[in-house]
């Protein structure tokens, strides 16, 4: 996997490159949620990268990004992904950030809107975590340094994902495949991201500064960040688009990706 040197860490990426055939295609970058990596969108990655280059950053302590030893928030994950934008200078780009990278891609559209083509916000919010939310992940990150990546399957899996997706052999596949990458992760690490996405401050009030084409996505069952929040947000953004997919949770890009990606080709609509 390349890597760049950027505030202070070494950032992992994946890239596809450029199509080929297409010198002038734009730029895509997924931004993934806490606890995952840039591997939850590949799916979206091989559908797309014939028409895009698609590339898929790895958050601090995720996949091939290592652990800082200080904690860090996503105004630092939003400092990493616009330094990843300018090194590659790939500029403007389309970027498709879910959950914790849908927080990144609302403060890269308020304060580094030049570098941006499009966003696209799944699964996320703009709200603040609540004090009962709060507690309760400082609770699981403090488990999980102690008993590891096993004690999210009764505790975050649940969240993370649909019940009827749990029950299915694809889901059970996913969920052992996501504890089995968590597993290769540094365990203070991902504990200090699971505190990074909670001690965020709302950016609800600066929404209406975004003017780039934006999309929100939200699984129905999302309980993460229902449905409610999707609407408040996209409501908050000039012009904003929304779509809600039925049946699935907070992972969108894993339950439904073939909606995901078609609802993603619509919104970029390639010439």
């Known amino acids: 996997m390349p890597t760049i040197e950027a505030n202070g860490i070494t950032l992992g990426y994946t890239d596809t490159g450029e199509p080929p055939g ?3 295609a734009q730029t895509i970058v997924f931004g993934h949620g806490t606890l995952f990596g840039g591997w939850m ?4 990655i091989d559908a797309l990268r014939d028409r895009f280059r698609c590339i898929a950053i790895d958050w601090r302590a995720h996949g091939d990004t290592p652990a800082p030893r200080t904690g860090y928030d996503m105004d630092t994950l939003t400092s990493d992904a616009a330094a990843l934008i300018t090194t590659l200078e ?13 927080f990144v891609g609302q403060r890269l559209a308020i304060r580094h809107s030049d570098l941006l083509r499009s966003l696209a916000l ?3 919010c703009a709200i603040a975590a609540s004090t009962r939310v709060v507690r309760r992940n400082e609770l699981q990150a403090s488990l999980f340094r102690v008993m590891g990546p096993r004690i999210l399957r009764h505790t975050i899996a649940p969240l993370m994902f649909s019940p009827a997706y ?4 694809e889901g059970k596949a996913a969920v052992d495949e996501w504890l089995d990458r968590l597993g290769q992760c540094s365990r203070h690490g991902i504990a200090q ?7 965020r401050p709302s950016v609800e ?3 209406n500064r975004i003017t780039l084409p934006t999309l929100v996505v939200v699984g129905a069952n ?4 229902p449905p409610p929040l999707a609407r408040q947000m996209a409501n908050l953004i000039p012009g904003a688009q929304l779509e809600e997919i039925p049946g699935s949770g907070h992972c969108s890009v894993l339950e439904q990706p073939t909606d995901i990606t078609r609802i993603l080709e619509q919104f970029f609509n390639p010439s």
């Open 193 to 199: 991201a699971m505190r990074a996405a909670m001690i």
């Open 41 to 44: 969108f590949r799916q979206q």
């Open 205 to 207: 009030d600066e929404l």
């Open 90 to 102: 790939t500029s403007p780009v389309h970027w498709v950030g879910l959950s914790s990278g849908g």
């Open 166 to 169: 749990l029950s299915r052999t």
């Open 222 to 225: 999302d309980t993460m960040t």
């Open 22 to 24: 297409r010198p002038q």
């Open 122 to 124: 799944l699964d996320t």
